[in-house]
């Protein structure tokens, strides 16, 4: 008769180990990430809206053109209408409705209708109250909103000539 073969006690014994570890551990991990997605958004949905913006490219060509005019325009107040490229290659639009530029955002302030309102009730003339909150969103904040839901990186992110392209876009366009 044939003697069967006997199997390596230690295979067996490896191989329940390395089972009772993966079962050991997955089991705390699987917990942490559900405790971790449950309390963070303490059983809510936690708001987050994405906004998809797409941006009309611009010729290279008209960029050329127009960076003379640009300069001196900014040192007299700013260039609209390289102020209107500012607010699209900012995603302004993804969160104010502005009807010069198109946009229809409604995270953010009607730049149509509140900022003029808005201005008035700051006690600031409507270029100077744009030009604050784009650096320092938060020094006033409309009613209805709440602080920090406009970034605070735009003072330091557009250049000066930016900033008064803009400021002189938004503040034609509201009038």
């Not at 209708?113 to 109250?129: E, I, N, P, V």
Request: charged share 10%.
């Amino acid at each position: 008769m044939a003697r069967k073969k006997r199997r390596n006690p230690w295979v067996a014994t490896g191989e329940v180990l390395v089972w009772v570890l993966f079962a050991t551990l997955l089991f705390p991990v699987g917990f942490a990430g559900w405790a971790v997605g449950h309390y963070t958004s303490l059983g809510k949905s936690s708001g987050t809206k994405t906004v998809t913006v797409t941006v009309g490219s611009t010729s290279t060509a008209a960029a050329t053109t127009t960076a003379a005019t640009t300069t001196s325009a900014a040192a007299a107040g700013g260039d609209a209408a390289q102020g209107k490229t500012v607010f699209a290659s900012n995603a302004c639009a993804s969160c104010h409705a502005f009807k010069a530029a198109g946009a229809s955002g409604t995270i953010g302030p009607d730049l149509d209708t509140a900022t003029a309102a808005d201005a008035q009730k700051a006690g600031m003339s409507l270029a100077a109250f744009v030009k604050q909150s784009i650096v320092d969103p938060n020094a006033y904040v409309p009613s209805g909103y709440s602080q920090g839901i406009m970034p605070t990186t735009f003072g330091s992110s557009l250049s000066n000539t930016q900033l008064a392209d803009l400021v002189a876009f938004l503040v034609g366009g509201s009038q």
